[in-house]
Antibody
């Protein structure tokens, strides 16, 4: 069974750095047909893509947040880590990790984790 | 930056056809995906590569993409289809989501 599970702090203070971990099972992060993305959703609002990483370590970041984000992976641990610096209350959101799957060069998010709610407050 | 625009809400009667649009500059030159999200749940892929349905998605869900508009069509809409729907496309190496459409079945 393929699963993705997000973990990290429930509460962070303004200006702190957030570190989230996505632990995957049922597939390998070295699979060339797959990658992992982080996507967030503020309460009652739309989805917002943050970053992704592929098996060859290729990375991409949201243009508006790229100065604050770092994504990395540990294939041996089946984990993808996202760090976001200088957290602000507007960053309060449910953070999802999702698997990127490719077929014939077309990429899409075929599986999502359950998400983890992160609240930024002093 | 690239943007995708969706209507905030769409209403449909049970058994009727619902159409949800997603607009973006030359969107037809990209591949569009659609995700369904029910309250308190994670998004679920319902359409990828404009028209394809993942395994387990009912046949009543279909998609199209041409010009500047991608459309998700739900034929014979059921009460269980009430949810938020998001379109998504790739702009080079980055990902763009639409603002979401709340589908109400009444």
């Amino acid at each position: 069974q393929v699963t993705l599970k997000e973990s990290g702090p429930v509460l962070v203070k303004p200006t702190e750095t957030l570190t989230l971990t996505c632990t995957v099972s049922g597939f390998s992060l070295s699979n060339t047909k797959m990658g992992v993305s982080w996507i967030r959703q503020p309460p009652g609002k739309a989805l917002e893509w943050l970053a992704h990483i592929f098996s060859n370590d290729e990375k991409s970041y949201s243009t508006s947040l790229k100065t604050r984000l770092t994504i990395s992976k540990d294939t041996s641990k089946s984990q993808v880590v996202l760090t976001m610096t200088n957290m602000d209350p507007v960053d309060t959101a449910t953070y999802y990790c999702a698997r990127i799957h490719t077929v014939d060069g077309v990429w899409y998010f075929d599986l999502w984790g359950r998400g983890t709610l992160v609240t930024v407050s002093s | 930056s690239y943007e995708l625009t969706q209507p905030p809400s769409v209403s449909v009667s049970p058994g009727q056809t619902a159409s949800i649009t997603c607009s973006g500059d030359k969107l037809g030159n990209k591949y569009a995906c659609w995700y369904q999200q029910k309250p308190g749940q994670s998004p679920v892929l319902v359409i990828y590569q404009d028209t394809k349905r993942p395994s387990g998605i009912p046949e009543r869900f279909s998609g199209s993409n041409s010009g500047n508009t991608a459309t998700l069509t739900i034929s014979g809409t059921q009460a269980m289809d009430e949810a938020d729907y998001y379109c998504q496309a790739w702009d080079s190496t980055t990902v763009v989501f639409g603002g979401g459409t709340k589908l109400t079945v009444l």
